[in-house]
């Protein structure tokens, strides 16, 4: 049976509506057109071909961008349940020429940046336009709504027929027909929603849509051409929207004179993979769908598509231990048929089924519930294109060290252990870094949750298919992704303002193992250092170009360079920070008390054995240290984070530490310079609570102190001593509770034994460090080798 009488065949559709894919197929195959047009860029019609190809495999989408900004960029996804696909993929098995005829992707590019740039023009000129409001344009109906109210057709033609959920009537009237009442006639769907959208298109006219008419004046010019060549033997499948339009009888003359004048913009295109996740959000084709992997279920099932959701929901739920037997799926089965005859539902469709999967099967939790949107409703199904799809060359060379690494992009969330003591988990770690380094966050470092030595290594991997324009993106920095990312990091070093941003930048290049990246990155690094006096930015500076350093042992980076310019900031520090801590305020004070911790840990690093850094590095900081915590012009919370440190080094007595406190908490002393001191000594998350349940002087001297503070300046210190004392764990706040309610007396080892409070004795306990030792000779895999002569081997 065929219908070309009337001129060419208009298949309209829904985009991804598996209802639409079977009245396609069905079409198509009673029709044997001569050639099949689809809309979609014409520039794709040499990639057409590579859909029959056994390595392709939807959902997959058809990506243009502009060559020399390939940001700009547009995305054509299609299904396996797309009527688009299944037309291309009906003329490829059968031979039938398949080509694209919708607006150019070189116009709609362009186009899309001019709306742009025209944006603050368009507000500024609403006035003068207002006159011409009346006049309409070309084609458009004498009731069309007005500019800028977009309709959704199918929102009203629901609407129209009662009902509120545009997508619960769609499918009804159309996904679960299946065709069964349309009698036999194959073409009857499509004469239905012709007479529909003509009826809206009478309405509203263009709907808001007004790109529309240029993009239906270049389908109509498509659609004569097809004719010409192959006669009227000619079947379109398009959006429904259109087809009233394509309908209409126009002349040559005012179609071409629609697309006169266009904006162009050089266009490459080619297929990148695409996921139902994307599916759901509105995309190329403006049709994004809230239930992909829903939708999928549908086109795929031959028969019986409620009792087969039902199973793949009862087998996911068990993959996850929860108790589901075949008995769950039978009555979740029959509540869902239930629930639809009781709403007038000619089948369960998902709002049905989904009631009962939770009422059966999830107990009425929603927990199980969104596990199964996730999974099954939405899906992450990652489609798959050929190697012979083009692609930069940056994007080539990717693919080739994906494959050689065996890290396969992956569209679901999931965590990668690294050991960089491995060859192949090395080469893992610096594919990883470099692509960070070039924008492409495929994946992100996080905490490990084993070892946290410098040879491991924690990523959450997802890939995305936005990621391919990253790509086309980074493909101006190189041909492969070492030259990128070596491009690019000298492009940020010379950019970059912020001393702190080239020192992670030199980081970023040592994790990353881009060596001839590294000198133009270290000749800005140490310019910028020279010129930048202040020791906030020196101290932000500091620690991530001291962690570089250590990269070399793991890594086997030669990290000399950094070397010198580290050592240059530290002493640089040195003589500057004394001066930058006197005689500021309070918000002051705090960030350069976390500059001070944080250039600690740089000198400590520094001044580690095979740092190669100048002897006598540390000394020269405790130097400044005593400096900070001697000086009454210094704050508080800075001195008293300066005898801590002192302290935790082992370069001051708890003698001369009790008797600083003693000063610093002495009457004479302003209750909030006294306990910004406090904040400083024991706050911070530096474990200053358990040095206060261990050395119960220093607690006594804090309780002696706190019990005679001024009524009227009590509230003042009030603030601080909360926040230093709430940063403390729970047990810790608890045992100095329970030291400071025995009160000063009873504070000795002794009495503190006496009173049963568990870690408290005058000598160590033994029996109770030796419980421990089982465990952790097991653990260091020594408990073979002494046996048990491992406790005394310990102590």
């Known amino acids: 049976m065929t219908t070309f009488t009337a001129g060419p065949l208009l298949l309209g559709v829904r985009h991804h509506g598996p209802g639409s894919a079977r009245a396609v197929r069905a079409a198509l195959e009673a029709a044997t057109p001569e050639v099949v047009l689809i809309e979609g860029p014409p520039e794709a019609d040499a990639l057409i071909p590579l859909a029959a190809e056994k390595d392709m495999r939807p959902p997959v989408a058809l990506l243009a961008h502009v060559v020399d900004e390939p940001g700009r960029s547009a995305f054509w996804p299609l299904a396996e349940f797309s009527p688009e696909w299944v037309a291309i993929r009906w003329a490829l098995e059968h031979g039938v020429p398949a080509r694209f005829i919708d607006l150019p992707a070189t116009h709609t590019l362009a186009w899309g940046n001019e709306e742009e740039e025209r944006t603050a023009e368009g507000e500024q000129g609403q006035e003068e336009k207002g006159e011409k409001k009346g006049e309409k344009e070309a084609g458009a109906s004498d009731r069309s709504v007005d500019a800028g109210v977009r309709i959704d057709p199918l929102a009203v033609l629901a609407e129209t027929a009662g009902h509120d959920d545009p997508e619960r009537w769609w499918e009804d009237v159309v996904e679960h027909r299946g065709g069964a009442g349309m009698g036999a006639d194959p073409f009857a769907p499509f004469t239905a929603l012709e007479e529909a959208m003509g009826a809206l298109r009478e309405a509203y006219g263009v709907g808001g849509h007004d790109r529309d008419l240029v993009r239906e004046a270049h389908m109509r010019l498509q659609m004569r051409a097809a004719q010409r060549e192959f006669g009227d033997e000619v079947a379109v499948v398009c959006g429904a929207w259109h087809v009233p339009a394509l309908r209409q009888k126009t002349t040559v003359a005012a179609d071409r004179a629609l697309l006169k004048g266009l904006p162009k913009a050089k266009a490459d295109m080619t297929w990148v993979p695409w996921t139902h996740r994307r599916l759901s959000r509105v995309s190329g084709y403006g049709a994004g769908i809230d239930s992909p992997g829903w939708y999928g279920h549908l086109f795929a099932a031959p ?109 679901m969330e999931r965590e990668l252990e690294l ?160 001066p930058a801590c006197a005689a500021i305020d309070a918000e002051a004070a705090e960030h350069m008390r976390r500059h001070v911790d944080a250039v600690h840990g740089a000198v400590g690093l520094l001044g580690e054995p095979g740092t190669a850094a100048p002897g006598g590095i540390r000394e020269r900081w405790h130097s400044v240290l005593r400096v900070l915590a001697g000086r009454d012009t210094v704050p508080g919370v800075i001195r008293g984070r300066a005898v801590r440190l002192l302290l935790d080094d082992g370069e001051l007595g708890q003698d001369e530490a009790a008797r600083l406190m003693g000063l610093v908490l002495s009457p004479g002393t302003e209750p909030g ?68 309610r025995r009160g000063p007396g009873a504070r000795g080892s002794a009495e503190a034994a006496a009173s049963g409070i568990p870690g408290f004795a005058p000598d160590i306990d033994l029996g109770r460090a030796d419980a421990v030792l089982p465990v952790l000779s097991l653990l260091l895999g020594l408990d073979e080798a002494y046996g048990d002569d491992f406790a005394g081997v310990v102590r």
């Open 419 to 578: 050991d960089l003591r491995g060859e192949t988990d090395a080469g893992r770690s610096r594919l990883l870094h470099r692509l960070r380094l070039l924008g492409i966050a495929w994946g992100e470092p996080t905490a490990s949750r084993g070892s946290t030595g410098t040879f491991r290594e924690t990523w959450r991997l997802r890939w995305e298919p936005e990621l391919s324009v990253r790509v086309a993106e980074a493909g101006v920095w190189g041909t492969t992704v070492l030259s990128a990312a070596t491009g690019k990091a000298e492009a940020d070093a010379v950019a970059a303002h912020a001393l702190a941003d080239v020192t992670a930048l030199a980081e970023r290049c040592l994790l990353a193992e881009l060596p001839d990246a590294l000198p133009v990155v270290m000749r800005v690094l140490a310019d910028r250092a020279a010129l930048d006096a202040d020791v906030g930015h020196l101290a932000q500076a500091l620690p991530a170009l001291v962690r570089s350093l250590r990269y070399g042992d793991v890594r086997g980076t030669d990290t000399r360079a950094l070397t010198d310019v580290a050592a240059g900031l530290a002493e640089r520090i040195f003589v500057g920070l004394p």
């Open 303 to 411: 028969d019986r598509p409620v009792e087969r959701w039902m199973t793949k929901v009862a087998r996911l739920l068990r993959d996850e231990d929860r108790m589901v037997s075949s008995a769950h799926v039978i009555e979740a089965v029959r509540l869902a048929d239930t629930l639809a005859a009781m709403r007038g539902r000619p089948l369960p469709g998902l709002t049905e089924t989904t009631d009962a999967v939770r009422a059966v099967m999830c107990e009425g939790s929603d927990v199980p519930l969104g596990l199964v949107h996730d999974r099954l409703v939405v899906g992450d199904v990652l489609g798959e294109v050929p190697q012979s799809a083009p692609a930069v060359p940056l994007q080539r060379d990717l693919a080739r060290a994906q494959k050689r690494l065996r890290l396969k992009p992956e569209p």
């Open 673 to 740: 310079d006294a306990a910004a001191w406090i904040e400083g000594f024991v706050g911070g998350g530096s474990g200053g609570g358990m040095l206060l349940v261990h050395d119960e002087r220093l607690l006594g001297l804090v309780d002696a102190w706190l019990t005679g503070v001024p009524a009227e300046a009590f509230t003042d210190v009030l603030p601080l001593l909360r926040r230093t004392f709430s940063a403390y764990e729970a047990g810790v706040r608890r045992t100095l509770g329970e030291l400071v």
